[in-house]
């Protein structure tokens, strides 16, 4: 082979051995990207969990605080504390609404597609039942409670 023929020879191998090098970033930059939105999506149910987790310790708190005082409260500090935990579920519902709203999304259906999840039923269900106490109604432990007792 002429000398001209090995130089291209020689170029050919550099430009085949640069085209794999960058196939190859191309192929960890997919990987990249692909972990990249794999933690992203983690990350969010993770901060969902914790939104859960503080949901459920508020929950068990109320009723280790209410039982504990049920026979010291009055009416009245119960209802206090009622509005208290309501107006906590009404901002976390607010504050999953909007982890969850996507650009150009509005809250109002950011907050319709929290309620569908299980933490945004959970966090209704709290505030459903707070307001319930806070007007002295039945809440939903009564009524399961009750169901219980009629299957027995």
Request: no cysteine; net charge negative.
């Amino acid at each position: 082979m002429s000398q001209e023929g090995q130089r291209h020879a020689a170029e050919l191998k550099r430009l085949e051995d640069k085209k794999k090098d960058l196939e190859d970033a191309l192929g960890r930059l997919a990987r990249d990207e692909a972990e990249a939105q794999e933690v992203a999506e983690l990350a969010q149910e993770v901060e969902q969990l914790e939104q859960h987790v503080e949901t459920a310790r508020a929950a068990a708190d109320m009723e280790k605080t209410m039982t504990k005082n049920e026979l010291t409260r009055s009416p009245v500090d119960v209802r206090k504390a009622a509005a208290i935990n309501r107006q906590a579920a009404e901002r976390q519902l607010d504050e999953l609404a909007k982890q969850m709203q996507q650009p150009g999304e509005t809250f109002h259906k950011a907050y319709d597609q929290a309620l569908s999840t299980d933490m945004g039923r959970a966090l209704m269900r709290s505030r459903d039942d707070a307001q319930e106490l806070e007007r002295g109604g039945v809440t939903s432990m009564e009524l399961d409670e009750a169901r219980k007792q009629l299957m027995a």
